[in-house]
């Protein structure tokens, strides 16, 4: 077709929606680069036509006219535009500069967790961090999924042996702290929840939810049950002291524990919760003993059934010790790599047997000591080691495809740290509330100009597929993939590589990343699966539902599960320091997501912020009457770090002494270069969350269960100025770096 038809004949183009971790198939009509529709994919083996409102924003990302298309630098006069050549060469100036005069983990650098929605940065990353030569390094991953990976590391051998729930089979669903109807899954890849729950139902089963929150999941669960935020570990130690105080273990191993007899410490289970009592937690958690009880009973004599803990189990101070008991009650039970249970994905490409296992507490950070995941100081010390002078101390940063300003906690305090940096760099395709800071912005292509496939949601889904989808319009010749941008870089800062690497790059550089895609599924562990058959299948190709894999999925040498009693028995003083102190009194804080959202990305696209605003602090009458609160009304929140104000939503959906800000918004700094955002602007929850608030067993930061203030804001009073709100927080911040310099 030349290209003049192409410009006028409507085509048809079918790609996976890669916004977020369901990997729904979709059909795109369009004409030339004009999209005319975007709809699901009824013949994609995996969604079967199901998307979700995120998916036209694909069309928003594309068509922004806010999207960087060139490089730009911040100047005394503004931003202006420059060279890809200037732009490289002036990055690699800048990180060498700073490293040759502060040492080279001076120079830190952070990445989003849009990167793992990418095939060519997944790929080829591996080439700018080597070349870097930083030790400085900092992810999403630790205010996200980070107990999930140390609990695979510990019991599996690999971190990303992750088990899912086997939600098309299963009988009895236990959801804790997770809203996969929001989410679409998360660390769970499964379009349309909504339909395999009602399935569950449907066949006469049951879908349990344990939250602070009524959540969308919630409503249409066959029951829920509020829990105080935090406190989910009494809660589970509670259900396993049960299941052996009621005998299902003893009858999960009569009927072959599979998984049990892998476990050679499986004994030292039975006395790790035998001091926690349904009766014992029930006034904390705010769950009754009867219904602890009952919920056990039920979950064990289910035919099927499966526990399921996601970001309000992770991102708490018990996050790892939680995610390791949700894992102990699957395992004793018998439902670990059962059909119904926990299984194995068995994905096309072998993620795992082609990259390390990761590991925990190498290092330690500078500043807190905090320990290291597979090379990631936790992200809650990425400010205090810019601000803490001394040896070692972040003179200059990078940040790729992540906005931690308003998606790491005290985002205040990170804000005036990068203020401060001698040279700043970002991979971003906008001016925003971090990239506003960097001497230099590059943009790679828009998701719609590049080929994908799912290399790691492939790894987490529910039924096992491969499915590649060629770029949708060919970039323009000036612009550049984001795997373009890291070997520019890499060539630049790393003159003299081993000679493996320089022939890698220059392969990749000529051939692209699909020679790795396609290198990755000729060894995976279906025969005769390649990049060519993918490209003939463009819905999509079936290879299954979840089998049983164990042992051979285990990595561990031994091929058996490493229970780990000790580590985990160890945080069981923290417990009962918690237990000892905790006040019901106090009004704890928690986040909360929406289908139309995704963290801070989505926010510029108008299909997806249209409607009522979404911002708001969401607060049970009881509270809301106890400070003289009303709907609607402005009420100013305070934490110990920081203060904002927002309109209340009055609603029955939360618990007593509980209160929502969904995470994400926050776009009205000054110097954001995104209008439809900065309109919808909301205020940032990570303006509240504590970044001393952490789970110290991993790391992990604690953005869950934050002590707050409330104060109902006179009419009059409404009006408060802004500014003096954002100096009050920037006074406080200060204070706290002069105090942590002190000392």
Aim: with cysteine; aromatic share 6%.
């Amino acid at each position: 077709m030349s290209s003049e038809q192409a410009e006028t004949t409507k085509q048809t183009h079918f790609r996976t929606c890669n916004l977020c971790e369901a990997m729904c198939g979709i059909v795109i009509e369009h004409k030339g680069e004009k999209i005319l529709s975007i709809k699901g994919d009824k013949d994609d083996p995996f969604s079967q036509g199901y998307i979700c409102p995120k998916a036209t924003a694909l069309q928003d990302l594309h068509e922004d006219s806010d999207r960087l298309r060139q490089p730009v630098e911040r100047t005394t006069n503004g931003w202006k535009e420059i060279s890809w050549t200037d732009a490289l060469d002036k990055v690699a100036a800048g990180i060498e500069s700073v490293q040759q005069k502060h040492g080279k983990n001076a120079l830190g650098i952070y990445l989003g967790n849009p990167n793992v929605h990418n095939l060519g940065g997944m790929l080829t990353i591996k080439y700018l961090l080597t070349s870097i030569k930083t030790r400085s390094r900092f992810s999403a991953t630790s205010i996200d999924q980070l107990p999930h990976h140390i609990v695979s590391l510990h019991l599996f051998g690999h971190m990303l042996r992750i088990p899912v729930p086997d939600v098309n089979r299963t009988q009895y669903m236990l959801i804790i702290g997770g809203n996969p109807l929001a989410s679409n899954g998360s660390i769970m890849t499964a379009p349309n929840m909504r339909q395999k729950l009602k399935d569950i139902k449907a066949r006469d089963g049951k879908v349990v939810v344990i939250d602070p929150r009524r959540t969308e999941t919630a409503d249409i669960a066959s029951e829920h049950h509020f829990i105080r935020p935090a406190t989910d570990v009494l809660l589970l130690l509670a259900m396993l002291n049960e299941i052996y105080v009621q005998g299902y273990a003893e009858k999960a191993r009569a009927k072959n524990n599979r998984a049990a007899a892998l476990a050679p410490d499986i004994e030292r289970v039975a006395e790790f919760a035998k001091d926690y009592s349904a009766e014992s937690v029930a006034s904390i958690t705010g769950m009754a003993a009867t219904e602890i009880k009952r919920m056990v009973k039920e979950f064990c004599e289910a035919e099927s059934a499966v526990c399921y803990g996601r970001m309000g189990v992770s991102v708490q101070e018990f996050g790892l010790l939680s995610q390791y008991l949700i894992m102990m009650i699957n395992i004793v039970t018998g439902r670990l790599d059962e059909e119904g249970g926990l299984m194995f994905p068995h994905p096309a490409v072998d993620v795992v047997n082609n990259s390390g296992p990761g590991y925990l507490g190498k290092r330690h950070s500078r500043v807190s000591k905090l320990p290291d995941f597979n090379g990631d100081y936790p992200v809650v010390t990425m400010a205090e080691e810019m601000l803490v002078e001394g040896e070692g101390q972040l003179k200059g940063f990078m940040t790729v495809a992540g906005n931690p300003v308003l998606s790491t906690p005290n985002g205040e305090k990170l804000d005036k740290a990068l203020a401060n940096l001698d040279f700043m760099v970002s991979l971003d395709y906008f001016v925003n509330e971090t990239s506003r800071h960097a001497n230099i912005i590059l943009p790679p292509v828009s998701p719609l100009e590049r080929d994908h496939y799912d290399l790691t949601f492939n790894g987490f889904a529910v039924h096992n597929v491969a499915k590649y989808s060629k770029a949708l319009f060919r970039k323009k010749k000036e612009a550049k993939h984001d795997w373009q941008i890291y070997l520019e870089l890499a060539k630049r800062l790393d003159k003299k590589p081993p000679i493996a690497t320089k022939v890698e790059r220059l392969l990749i550089k000529v051939l692209g990343p699909n020679l790795l895609l396609d290198q990755g599924l000729r060894r995976g562990p279906y025969k005769g699966l390649n990049l060519r058959k993918l490209k003939k299948n463009p819905h999509g190709i079936d290879l299954g539902p979840l089998k049983q894999m164990l042992p051979q999925a285990l990595k561990h040498k031994d091929k058996q599960i490493h229970l780990n009693v000790d580590f985990y028995q160890a945080d069981l003083e923290r417990v009962q320091e918690m237990m000892q102190n905790y006040d019901d009194q106090q009004v704890l804080l928690i986040g909360r997501r929406h289908v139309r959202s995704n963290n801070s990305w989505l926010h510029n696209s108008h299909r997806l912020v249209k409607g009522k605003p979404r911002c708001t602090l969401m607060l049970h009458p009881d509270t809301a009457k106890a400070y003289g609160i009303e709907d609607g009304q402005d009420v100013k929140v305070t934490s110990r770090v920081g203060s904002v104000i927002i309109v209340a939503e009055v609603t029955d959906e939360l618990m007593p002494n509980v209160v929502s800000i969904p995470h994400g918004w926050g776009h009205g700094r000054k110097g954001v270069k995104q209008k439809i955002a900065q309109a919808h602007a909301g205020v940032s929850v990570n303006d509240l969350t504590d970044d001393t608030l952490i789970d110290s067993l991993s790391g992990n930061a604690a953005v869950n269960g934050v002590p707050v203030q409330l104060e109902a804001i006179a009419p009059e009073k409404a009006s408060l100025d802004a500014t003096d709100l954002e100096t009050a927080n920037l006074e406080m911040n200060e204070s706290e770096t002069e105090s942590s310099s002190a000392a």
